[in-house]
T-cell receptor
């Protein structure tokens, strides 16, 4: 069973701090990795995609991928109360086009 | 806004009934994937349609079926509804390729009583 694991949280950080969200996956053949943000009662919204080892930055967000350790993370700099949401890690299952999602980490940014 | 639309937004059905959910993909996208998201869980892959054919299926029984139309819109049909089918149903559209990225619609919230 291919799995994606995330700490469910809640992860609480003060406004302006860096939030660090982590995800591990079991499928060694996975080549595509995604972070989605989901506000309560809404659908997932794509934040970042990453395909190669290393860091990828987009504004306040940085995704980090380490395929050898089967680990992907998301850093949110200068966290804002509006960043409070559930963050879903998704991994493209090898040999298919489907995504496998973790259960999500709930982030709370305290004003 | 992703350009992916779903209808209806909410639906209440009783056990044993049948339901059809609809999805219009983003302009330029030719692939539609359907996911079920139970409360407090991540989305679970139901199936994907590409060029009007089912192209991968998750661990869901045959009473979950679908269609894709020539304009790439799609339907999800669920027969013999069970209480556990209560969930948010998400449609994601994408353009088939090596770095395919799925964009979600707003979802349909289904309640089975």
């Amino acid at each position: 069973q291919k799995e994606v694991e995330q700490n469910s949280g809640p992860l609480s950080v003060p406004e302006g701090a860096i939030a660090s969200l982590n995800c591990t996956y079991s499928d060694r053949g996975s080549q595509s990795f995604f972070w989605y943000r989901q506000y309560s009662g809404k659908s997932p919204e794509l934040i970042m995609s990453i395909y190669s080892n290393g860091d990828k930055e987009d504004g306040r967000f940085t995704a980090q991928l380490n395929k050898a350790s089967q680990y992907v993370s998301l850093l949110i700099r200068d966290s804002q109360p509006s960043d409070s949401a559930t963050y879903l890690c998704a991994v493209g299952a090898s040999g298919t086009y489907k995504y496998i999602f973790g259960t999500g980490t709930r982030l709370k940014v305290l004003a | 806004e992703t350009g992916v639309t779903q209808s209806p937004t909410h639906l209440i059905k009783t056990r044993g009934q049948q339901v059809t959910l609809r999805c219009s993909s983003q302009s330029g996208h030719n692939t539609v994937s359907w996911y079920q998201q139970a409360l407090g869980q991540g989305p679970q892959f139901i199936f994907q349609y590409y060029r009007e054919e089912e192209n991968g299926r998750g661990n869901f029984p045959p009473r979950f079926s679908g269609l894709q139309f020539p304009n790439y819109s799609s339907e999800l049909n669920v027969n013999a509804l069970e209480l556990d089918d209560s969930a948010l149903y998400l449609c994601a559209s994408s353009s088939r390729g090596t770095q395919e990225t799925q964009y979600f619609g707003p979802g349909t919230r289904l309640l089975v009583l």
